[in-house]
């Protein structure tokens, strides 16, 4: 911590302040400059030293300096975090690029089918289906609850594609963690504590979107509150912030990826039909996402977006996502990566 | 709704698109422009309807003309909603000014006791405290819980101010409310829909505050998912959202006061604490959120900042709540409101 | 300047970062911290320093602490800055609020002159008038120029208003300086610096709007390239920022208001006309600008807002103006102020 | 345009606003909703307009329906533009990526010649460096003038690129004309009206660089300024936009690739320097730029970044530059583009 003196500040001012810094149990460090004294803080811990320090006479800003993520940090773990499901060739943040496909919602049992077949051919690796949908109002369509759950374990079953799906709420939260293999945690919960600490108590793997106006840093304390319950199988998940541009639903923030990879060893996804909320956008970006170094991508495909219950105009088809499939496949080895089920030509060639 | 054409759109295109909207029920009513064909939508209701649309080919746009929110229309109730607390002079919505003032978390009964005191004797109506607290990291101060809500019950009882705290999830939302008498939902929390619904099915006043990146339609949809659920008594706050803006914690968006008065007939407080996150903004915005014409305040106040346990820099002195209400005490009779308790004359004149 | 090390740091890169500041010519003052080290600069100035140490092995963050403006700082000029005009009684800074009121454009002398008359009738001290107007599109009205400016120099002979117009660039500026009591520069043009500059060379004040997404720093860093050049004659003025909000045009940011108060000398103005774009925002923003303590205020009166050649929604009406004179003439002793010209209280009773 | 309703207007209030419409000269085609009417205009033109309507009784809302861009859009002119350089197999727009390299500013001959070397050697096309530089501070370097244009040309000469340079203002914009093959108007510029009109009349091709806050159409409108001069040469370049988020210098917006390519005609490159000011995140955005379709990109590259006199944190080195042309010349192939001039293996393979 860093506490910036006024450049009126009187001698004795800067004396008061490293007195109470002392008093704290910290030392400090005055640091008289051209124009203004600093104080540097060593030994201190937490943010709520902070007030402290503001308040006293003579004092401009008070700067922090160490970060308070700590789990998710790479400090305290240099090497990537690969979380890998048994029986199953599936890995999210390795060398193998994690796709994640499938509706909004999960709508009939012959609607999830279909979408899941497609999107098996093309080479996913886990099915996403809405069960219990965050909605902004009130009317409009909620989910169908356990009975997707159970269709989504079906496909598991099936297709052998790993099932991801979101819990809203602590109450079906256990009853989402017992049928699914990622339990995603949506942008709206990001800051919603008593479901992350709830599902930091699980050992199944997280996956935490990050919330609309959330900084890198409130993103990664999102996943340091499922750390530090001892769940370390945490998958974080960029879908775009909200910004004043009015081209996209939202703007899809990219460069979060090198940023986290600079800071964390958690994997990051993906997810460009929320990030744009357009069809026609989707493909460049999960293109675009790929070469910025993700480790995965979350997309939406639907057989008959036109009649989707949500999300109709973000949803690609089923040949668009093979397509997407081929061209991500092109990709990868330029960033050290592979598509581990192999681009599938007949599909990519069309 | 209204469907926009590209101006390439032959007859045929805008042919099937008016074909599609009379299939699902509603009455097209195509406007040929200058450069485009626009076609209008008559007997819609769902935003659902919307994705069917934007797949067609020739459209490039759908516009959306109804408002999603119904209950907290004015469309609805023209007349402003006050909300009364039986046994007291206090109430939301009315000529009478609301303040609501307290320190962020319930510290210590000592502590609540000496603060409730002060802004009691100010002219404050409603006492605020955390006893749950949302914090962005897991190590930080997380309130003290139920203890905190039987010391607020006590100074309900000693001061007469009524209680307004903070139901974090639906497991303490039922203790909070035995002990409560407005339920505070925090803008974290603004999109929580499990909590709003379940805080719809009580019957004590919800006081919902804005998610830092929430549009005035989210706001008031978050709103609507308590009305829906039968609880009509619904206060909204103003806290600050999230910009680029560097000079303040969040940019306080007072413009929302005079945008909520034209669409709803909800009461809204400010909160400027939060609103600014800086002590010395405090008095300025809550003489400003009342000259804008909200319907009242939210503030935080310690009586030893420098040693809260969380938001001592945006704490405000009991010294300074008792200016504050005599400022806000003077501009109140010209946007035709009144602080109900009067002003203390000797201790604004400290 | 303070140099964050890489918790994994080694002595070596840390003694490298020393070396390297002092190679500089700057003093190095490593701290050791729990986690990480940081590196205290002094004797530092430019913001040119900073690329140099980020580079370097081991660096995780340099952080600045100086502020990079100067002459706009209350650390170089504690009192405030007050504009007087010669010859009136009308000023910018002080106890008096400086009202500026006009049309968005000049649209004829008889439009110019009617709405004139009223606001000086209200108690304005100054008339506001584009001449010449940026406008988004080139299709659009771009103002009557000169003719404009000869029409406001007969108002300020007939009413004594004081003048307040904008420049839009380098090649009109001499001709507004001519015409004008206070040159206005555009919020578009908040970085345009050449125009800055020369503004800078000119002996009349200077009022400059903040840009759509200007921060505080970068506002008074535009401030400072007027007053480098010798001109001290500096106002600020708020008309909102960009942000994702659309309930109004932008998002009028009041809380820059206490903010400059604490770092700067210059008066500040507010514009709630563009900082809500709505006619029924702009007196409760006004009332919530005096109450904040803005200076003065700048807002757009016409008297036919539904014939206005530009920025009808915006523009309140003649009798509203009025009103506004009156609400804020009461609001204006709260925060030691007062309408220099009184309230006209037959006005203000309509 | 269409005005939307209150759901209390009365039908006396629906009529006089048809009226109102007939009467300025269009058609309105009342189309009567469960919940409101909303008022469909046709042969309305301009923006003006709108004004007008939402002052009557009983209007809620008015929405705008056309583009205000003309001749930026696709619905003007369908194919891609593509700009070509007499000379030279440089090319902005078409198959071919365009490649725009070298350093912020021009601080010497000899950095200025081996940067040139170095990004000519790895396949670029255009030469970029500053001459006259925006800064946000009065007291940094601001450029070397006219002996920076002199060292450009000579580049040009010696190493076959093309040359992308800034022109900050009205007076140095024909000087900059008469030396460049691209003049750049910068992000502080995007609505320097003067300055787009300007070099709209000159018939050397304009790059506009979309402002900090700059929405789709506004960024298309400052393109239309050049444009409605006659001159139809323009290059638009996204270089990051502000918003809450920072961990980034900006916030590269690449969803704007597939939106500007979906309405407009003109080539888009990117700047991922701008757009992250991170060098470490240079390379991930460049790559994921192509990847999402852009027309090139325009990187800063620096031999001695830690010596930069301007944006050195930002600039990648040589070896980088190398690398960065082997990614993207491996990605293109994926977007049908390719690097005309190959790709270096000896280099990439470094």
């Known amino acids: 911590m860093l506490v910036v003196m006024k450049a009126q500040a009187t001698p004795e001012e800067i004396q008061a302040v490293c007195a109470h810094i002392e008093q704290l149990g910290y030392r400090a460090h005055p640091l008289p400059g051209a124009q203004r004294t ?39 773990k240099e090497e990537d975090t690969v979380i890998r499901f048994a029986g199953s060739d599936a890995a999210i943040g390795g060398r193998d690029l994690a796709v994640v496909a499938g509706p909004c919602s999960i709508e009939s049992r012959e609607q999830a089918f279909a979408i899941a077949e497609e999107v098996a051919a093309a080479g996913a690796q886990f099915f996403r289906g809405g069960a219990y949908k965050p909605r902004t109002s009130p009317y409009a369509f909620q989910g169908l609850g356990l009975d997707a759950l159970k269709i989504m374990a079906e496909i598991r079953e099936k297709y052998g594609l790993r099932i991801v799906t979101e819990a809203l709420d602590t109450e079906t939260l256990d009853l989402v963690a017992e049928w699914a293999d990622v339990i995603q945690i949506g942008a709206r919960n ?5 479901l992350l600490k709830k599902a930091g108590r699980l050992r199944k793997p997280v996956l935490v979107k990050r919330g609309l106006s959330a900084t890198l840093e409130e ?104 397509e997407m499939m081929g061209e991500i496949g092109q ?4 960033v050290l990566r592979r598509l581990p089920r192999g681009i599938r030509v007949e599909a990519a060639a069309g």
Chains 1, 2, 3, 4 share one sequence.
């Open 38 to 76: 600093a104080i540097g803080i060593t030994g201190n811990q937490a943010e709520a030293d902070r007030g402290n320090l503001e308040s006293l006479p003579g004092v401009a800003e008070v700067i922090r300096v160490s970060k308070a993520y700590k789990l998710a940090s790479r400090d305290v």
């Open 331 to 334: 990709i990868a080895p330029v």
């Open 190 to 194: 990001m800051q919603n504590y008593s």
């Open 219 to 322: 993103f990664l304390m999102a996943a340091e509150y499922v750390l530090s319950e001892g769940n370390y199988e945490v998958i974080l998940c960029e879908r775009g912030v909200r910004t004043f541009a009015d081209h996209a639903r939202n703007t899809l923030d990219l460069s979060i990826v090198p940023a986290i990879k600079r800071v964390s060893h958690l994997p990051i996804l993906i997810d460009p039909s929320h990030g744009t909320g357009r069809r026609d956008s989707v493909l460049p970006m999960a293109r675009a996402a790929v070469a910025a170094g993700a480790d995965g991508l979350m997309v939406e495909v639907h057989n008959h977006p036109e009649a989707a219950l949500s999300d109709g105009p973000q949803s690609i088809l089923p040949s668009q996502f093979h």
